[in-house]
């Protein structure tokens, strides 16, 4: 593998490493693609795929339920079984990894299994398990795509089954009867509604004031007030003062800002494996907002505190870079992601806001290089036009600035909500939701902002994001007719309100 030289280097296959990839080689350009596990990265294998997967699985499960108590449909669900679940979730991660693989190969892109580290601006050393190293050096430009993992709490270092992060609580042994989620957040939030379908007790912890705290306030209360509704604890502005690992021994966590400690207890009720019980689970104390504390027993913890970025071992400074304070690799060119180092760009987790770190929003990043690097001039990404999910149930989706976002960005602002009850869809549905627009003032003004709570929004998102995309008016949204019945037609009956030609809402 010694003296290898191709035009792109990219460190990293998950969505931004292998989308670069793919496009850069499509345009020509000889790609190497270094990775140490599998491509696809954590989105494919431990997070977006997976946890879809079993959260379309939590919908057919409500859909007994509301089929029996809401329709009359007399159905009864006798069991989950966890196995033959797991292997359907598997299958199509399987599926989706040997497509991207083949993808990769059909575009001439050379994937090398192995540990990159840098050794110069545009050259990596790699260590191949089971077959040396080699150095490898790009002609036109090396791409950092190495990702991030879960961000983890003094103390309650991840065991895998009792404490869990993002990364494993979907391949946890089998279904816990309670789960206590710190972390309310769009993964702490599908992870509480994943585990509520499947019959766990849920108590859902965030430190900041509401659920979802980037999103418009309007979206916090209307999803708290339907995790609520079904039946999950949620406790906003409280802290996590001890967590303590039922039978075992007590340890000291160290000192740490956030002031977990782990220790013994009285034996928890055991997590159920589906054939084996065990004796351990965790015992938590909670400091709410308004005082007081509450004790919260459960099977399981998950840790949903947010990711870091990873750079171990990369070896940055041999390239001329560095991390900020935060641990992010920064461009110094927005327009195209490339670093101070020229030739040296930066795509996926890796990058600091503006970036969201989505996966789609990856994919988006690594187009951008991969043909800044072929010699075209892309269009920068927009990250005001990209969506945000949270595939709870119900769903949230926005796009764009919220309303105080909006005022404290110096925007006159006007908006409008309406709820999917008032529409004859929403209404089968039966979920609550609602849509809320938030634009400048008339007819005429642009849309900012659109925001959805309620059944299926993640397939609605795509229309609003072109309106704000396009700076878009109320008034140019109201000319385009939207299907009756339709969830979609509350946003188009919402852009009909503000651009004073409401029919069923009047402003």
């Given amino acids: 593998m010694s003296g290898n030289t191709t035009d792109v280097i990219v460190i990293g296959g998950g969505t931004g490493g292998y989308s670069t990839a793919l496009r850069a080689a499509h345009l020509g350009l000889g790609v190497t693609l270094v990775e140490r596990d599998l491509v696809g990265g954590t989105c494919l294998h431990r997070g977006c795929v997976p946890s879809k997967a079993m959260l379309h699985a939590a919908e057919l499960v409500d859909g007994v339920a509301e089929a029996r108590e809401r329709w009359g449909v007399k159905a009864t669900l006798d069991s989950v079984d966890w196995s033959a679940l797991v292997a359907t979730r598997d299958d199509i991660v399987s599926r989706n990894h040997k497509g991207v693989e083949g993808q990769l190969s059909a575009a001439g892109v050379t994937v090398v299994r192995g540990t990159a580290t840098l050794a110069g601006p545009r050259t990596v050393q790699v260590d191949v398990p089971g077959a040396g190293g080699g150095r490898w050096t790009a002609r036109r430009g090396l791409v950092l795509a190495t990702g991030s993992r879960p961000r983890t709490l003094p103390g309650l270092e991840p065991t895998g089954e009792h404490i869990v992060t993002s990364d494993d609580a979907l391949f946890a042994p089998g279904l816990p009867s309670s789960v206590l989620v710190l972390g309310g957040g769009a993964i702490g939030v599908e992870y509480a509604s994943f585990h509520r379908s499947m019959g766990a007790e849920v108590t859902l912890v965030e430190a900041a004031e509401r659920l979802l705290p980037l999103e418009d306030e309007d979206v916090s209360r209307h999803l708290t007030r339907a995790l609520k509704k079904r039946g999950i604890t949620v406790l906003t502005g409280a802290r996590l003062t001890d967590a303590r690992r039922t039978g075992t021994h007590r340890t000291s966590a160290g000192q740490s800002g956030t002031g977990i400690r782990t220790g013994t207890g009285q034996s928890g009720a055991g997590v159920r494996t589906g054939t084996e019980q065990s004796g351990a689970g965790i015992e938590a104390r909670v400091q709410p907002a308004r005082g007081g504390e509450t004790v919260i027993a459960a099977e399981r913890l998950l840790v949903a505190v947010g990711r870091v970025p990873v750079t171990d071992g990369l070896n940055l400074a041999a390239a001329g870079l560095a991390t900020d304070e935060r641990g992010f690799v920064p461009p110094a060119d927005w327009a195209t992601l490339e670093t101070a180092v020229p ?154 309100t503000l651009a004073g030609r409401g029919l069923h809402q009047h402003a």
Wanted: proline fraction near 8%; aromatic fraction near 4%; glycine fraction near 12%.
């Fill in 343 to 496: 030739g040296v760009f930066v795509v996926g987790d890796l990058l600091p806001p503006p970036s969201l770190g989505l996966a789609h929003a990856s994919f988006a990043e690594g187009l951008v290089v991969a043909e800044t690097l072929a010699g075209l001039r892309p269009r920068p990404v927009d990250y005001a036009a990209v969506p945000r999910v949270t595939y709870s149930s119900p769903q949230t989706a926005s796009v764009g600035l919220g309303e105080a976002a909006a005022r404290d960005a110096g925007f006159e602002v006007v908006s409008n909500v309406l709820p999917l009850t008032a529409t004859a869809k929403g209404m089968v549905h039966g979920q609550g939701g609602m849509v809320k627009v938030v634009a400048e003032p008339g007819p005429d003004g642009r849309v900012l902002g659109v925001h959805l709570v309620g059944p299926h929004v993640s397939e609605m998102i795509s229309e609003s994001q072109l309106a704000v995309a396009w700076d878009a008016s109320p008034a140019d949204i109201a000319q385009h007719i939207h299907a009756h019945p339709t969830l979609s037609e509350a946003v188009g009956e919402t852009f009909l």
